[in-house]
């Protein structure tokens, strides 16, 4: 038996429905780019925004367990097609997100909102980021790279990379729950944690765990540039304000 003969004969209307489940991802951001775009709101109109994303995230919650497997006739550039518009919807609601910053009253409850509505895309972005992380080309990598800038948390690439895989399932690993741990408890340990971490395997990657601040190696570190280009898009965006 051949390799072939071993993939299972999709119609064309079953390889849509499995592509079209795949576009609600797009919910996220394109809801995220209608409340940066259709700005300013009166203040009775952008909590309504809220109403989509509360949607999303209950039918999201509505989900039972996943058993189906990914099919391997299906061709695979959508799904990375997909996955490249993510990143460039999260780039351009940062970039609305600084028009929008530059044009209103930063006490508005535009303002406000931006809080849930905006910090909920970059949070789904983080999704994106890992997936780019993983891949083999450089390119891809720093896409994920640049996508985990944009919400404060380029660490992320190398603690997950270099110390979660490695430590997964074990106590040393600060991305891994605790057995009775509540996410709240979660939450506040494993941030701190898990940028300690990435501190020290890049410092350790420089050639001393120990190193300090003023050593002229910490020029390569990676933690720094992202700190620097995080804060410094940041910056940007709220002396534009």
Do not use: C
């Amino acid at each position: 038996m051949d390799g072939d003969s071993a993939i299972p004969d999709l119609s064309k209307g079953r390889i849509f429905l499995i592509w079209g489940r795949h576009l609600a991802s797009l919910a996220i951001p394109s809801t995220t780019l209608v409340f940066l775009w259709s700005g300013p709101h009166p203040w009775y109109m952008a909590p309504l925004f809220m109403i989509p994303l509360g949607f999303i995230l209950f039918i999201d919650q509505q989900d039972k367990a996943e058993r189906r497997q990914p099919v391997d006739s299906i061709p695979e550039w959508p799904f990375d097609l997909l996955v490249y518009t993510l990143a460039g919807l999260q780039f351009l609601i940062v970039f609305e997100l600084a028009r929008m910053f530059s044009t209103q009253n930063i006490f508005s409850i535009d303002m406000a909102m931006v809080i849930a509505v905006v910090g909920g895309a970059s949070g789904f972005s983080i999704i994106t980021a890992h997936e780019l992380i993983h891949r083999r080309s450089r390119w891809e990598q720093n896409l994920g790279r640049l996508l985990l800038v944009t919400v404060l948390y380029e660490h992320f690439y190398t603690e997950h990379l270099r110390g979660h895989h490695r430590l997964v399932g074990t106590e040393e690993d600060p991305a891994t729950a605790r057995f009775g741990e509540t996410y709240s408890q979660f939450w506040q340990r494993t941030v701190p944690a898990q940028f300690r971490s990435a501190w020290k395997l890049e410092a350790k990657r420089l050639g001393d765990p120990n190193m300090s601040l003023r050593d002229p190696r910490m020029l390569r570190n990676r933690i720094l540039h992202g700190i620097a280009l995080g804060w410094g898009l940041a910056l940007g965006i709220g002396v534009g304000a």
